[in-house]
């Protein structure tokens, strides 16, 4: 392959697997790093759950 043809220093299957790669451990950050929310009381305040997010 000609030198002023090639993208980076990286083939296209090495491109794809970094990025592969780089997207399954930030879904893996994401899936240990849930935010827990205190109850606001809704649930309780409304008998038939109106106005609640549940």
Known sequence: MKKECLIGPLG??????????LRLQAAKRMKT??????????????????GSYT
Do not use: V
């Open 12 to 21: 296209s299957y090495q491109r794809r697997m970094k990025a592969y790669d």
């Open 33 to 50: 790093s849930i935010a827990r929310h205190r109850c606001n009381g809704d649930e309780e305040l409304f008998e038939t759950k109106i």
